[in-house]
Nanobody, 124 residues
């Protein structure tokens, strides 16, 4: 198993930036593909971006492409968010998927482990 703890959320003005981090601990966190998801009030949880277990592949939702960047360094996965918009307001979750495949999955059900979430509020 792997444990995930997010940090870095907060309040930011539209056009600003935030960097979220997800610290992974437990059994061989480097063997997990990682994803970032978000959930706004009254909406379903949606995929934001992800990175393969070896860091060689990243994939993003169209709504954040060119503004958000996922990276990983040892047991930490980061989500750099630039040019934030009010519609980016949500609780952001990191998730881990144990896999031997070098790929990124975009469906929440593909991920077995989740962090507690961190709130991001973008004021317009």
């Amino acid at each position: 198993q792997v444990q995930l703890v997010e940090s870095g959320g907060g309040l930011v003005q539209a056009g600003g930036s935030l960097r979220l981090s997800c610290a992974a601990s437990g059994r061989t966190p480097g063997s997990y593909a990682m994803g970032w998801f978000r959930q706004a009030p009254g909406k379903e949880r949606e995929f934001v971006g992800g990175i393969s277990r070896n860091g060689g592949i990243t994939f993003y939702a169209d709504s954040v492409k060119g503004r958000f960047t996922v990276s990983r360094d040892k047991n930490t996965v980061n989500l750099q968010m630039n040019s934030l918009k009010s519609e980016d307001t949500a609780v952001y979750y990191c998730a881990a998927r144990s896999t031997l495949v070098i790929a990124v999955r975009t469906t929440p059900d593909d991920y077995a482990y989740w962090g507690q979430g961190t709130q991001v509020i973008v004021s317009s």
